[in-house]
C-alpha cells in the first residue's frame, strides 16, 4: 500500500494541530519574554559557580 | 510496513474545543480574575510580562484540577443533567485523555509558577491542584455534607495565589480574600442544589439537601450568609477596602441577605409553585455578588494609584 501524503485524519484534525501548533509557539514566546524580564532585572545575579567564567 | 492508514478512526475526534471545555472554562474565569485582584492589591509592582504569566499559570492549574476532576468524576456527571454534556460523559474525550492533560497541566502550571515568580506561589497552586483533584473530589465530595464547606477553599486559593505571587509572603490581607470566597461558596451551591432538585440525589452525592434535607438547606443558607455579609462588610475596615468598597459591600449584602431571609422563609410548596423562582435569584445574584466585592477591591487599589480610596 502507497503512502499517500494527506490522510483523511490529517484534514479532521487539522484544526487541532494548528490550534497545538499556535499554542506551543506562544508559550515559546512567552518563556522568550520572561527570560528577558528576569535577566534585565537589577536584582539578577548569575550563580556562584558561573560568576568566574564570566567575569 | 505501517503507514498512518493503519490507525483505528473512530467517528468523532475531540477537537481543541473539547479539551478546552475539559478545563472548566466558567471555573476557571472564576479563578483568572481573582488571582488578578490578589495580584494587583498586593501592596507591591509586579512587572506586567511576569504579572501575566503569574494569571496564566495560576488560571492553567486551576483548568488542569478542572480535568482531573472530571476524569475521576465521570460516573457522577453522567447522571446529572446539569453535567451529562461534559466531555466525558458526552463520549467526546476519553477519560485517560483527560487524566493525561490533567497531570501534564499540573506539572507545566506549577513548574512555570515557580519560575516566574517565586516557589511559595508554586507550592500554593500544588497545593491548591491536590486539594481540590484530590482532597475534595476523590475524597470529600462522595464522603460528607461538609464537601462544599470544606471542598470551597479550592476556590478560595487563587486571590492569596495571585498575592503571594507578587509580595513572596502571606498577609491578612491575603486570607481575608480567601475568606470571603471560602464563606460565599456554600450558600451559592447550596442554591443550586435546591433548584436542580433530584440532581444530587440520582448521582447519590451526599449534598445538604439530600442528606439533612431541603428545609435545614435553606436554613444553613440564611446562617452562612449572615456570617458572610458580617465578613464581607468588615473588610471594608481593612487595608483592602475603603469607603467605595464599603459601600459597594454594604448594598450587595442587604440584596443577599434579602435573597438568604426569602429562601428561608418558603417551603417546597411555594418554591416548586413559582419553578424554584427565588433560589434561581439568589443563585444568579451570588454571581455578581463575589465578581463586584472583588472588582470594589480592585477599584481600591486603583484609587490607592493615584493616592485617593481607603478611608
Known amino acids: 500500500m502507497s503512502i499517500r501524503p494527506e490522510h483523511e485524519l490529517h484534514q479532521r484534525r487539522r484544526g487541532r494541530n494548528v490550534g497545538v501548533g499556535l499554542m506551543l509557539a506562544a508559550f515559546v514566546v512567552l518563556v522568550m519574554a520572561l527570560t528577558y524580564v528576569k535577566i534585565t532585572q537589577t536584582d539578577f545575579e548569575l550563580p556562584p559557580n558561573q560568576r568566574e567564567v564570566t567575569q | ?311
Open chain 2, 1 to 311: 510496513m505501517t503507514d498512518i492508514t493503519n490507525t483505528p478512526t473512530t467517528d468523532y475526534d475531540a477537537q481543541l474545543g473539547d479539551y478546552f471545555a475539559l478545563l472548566k472554562p466558567r471555573v476557571m474565569s472564576l479563578v483568572v480574575f481573582t488571582a488578578l485582584v490578589g495580584l494587583l492589591a498586593a501592596p507591591v509592582s509586579v512587572n506586567p510580562v511576569v504579572g501575566f504569566s503569574a494569571i496564566l499559570f495560576i488560571a492553567i492549574g486551576g483548568g488542569a484540577s478542572g480535568a482531573l476532576n472530571m476524569w475521576w468524576d465521570a460516573d457522577i456527571d453522567q447522571v446529572m443533567r446539569r453535567t451529562r454534556n461534559r466531555p466525558i460523559p458526552a463520549g467526546r474525550v476519553q477519560p485517560g485523555e483527560a487524566m493525561v492533560l490533567g497531570v501534564a497541566l499540573s506539572g507545566l502550571s506549577v513548574m512555570m509558577l515557580g519560575l516566574a515568580t517565586n516557589l511559595l506561589a508554586a507550592g500554593m497552586l500544588l497545593f491548591t491542584i491536590l486539594f481540590y483533584a484530590v482532597f475534595y473530589t476523590m475524597w470529600l465530595k462522595r464522603l460528607t455534607p461538609q464537601n462544599i464547606v470544606i471542598g470551597g477553599a479550592a476556590g478560595a486559593f487563587p486571590p492569596v495565589i495571585g498575592w503571594v505571587a507578587a509580595t513572596g509572603s502571606f498577609s491578612v490581607e491575603a486570607w481575608l480574600m480567601f475568606a470571603l470566597i471560602f464563606m460565599w461558596t456554600p450558600p451559592h451551591f447550596w442554591a443550586l442544589a435546591l433548584f436542580m432538585r433530584s440532581d444530587y440525589d440520582d448521582a447519590k452525592v451526599p449534598m445538604l439537601t439530600v442528606t439533612h434535607g431541603r428545609p435545614a438547606t435553606r436554613l444553613h443558607i440564611l446562617v452562612y450568609t449572615a456570617l458572610l455579609a458580617a465578613l464581607a462588610i468588615g473588610t471594608a475596615f481593612t487595608a483592602i477596602g475603603g469607603i467605595f468598597y464599603f459601600a459597594v459591600a454594604l448594598v450587595l449584602n442587604a440584596a443577599f441577605l434579602l435573597g438568604a431571609w426569602r429562601i428561608w422563609k418558603r417551603d417546597e410548596v411555594m418554591a416548586e409553585g413559582d419553578d424554584y423562582a427565588e433560589e434561581r435569584k439568589f443563585f444568579r445574584l451570588s454571581l455578581a455578588y463575589l465578581f463586584l466585592h472583588f472588582g470594589a477591591i480592585l477599584g481600591e487599589a486603583a484609587l490607592r494609584a493615584f493616592g485617593l480610596g481607603g478611608w
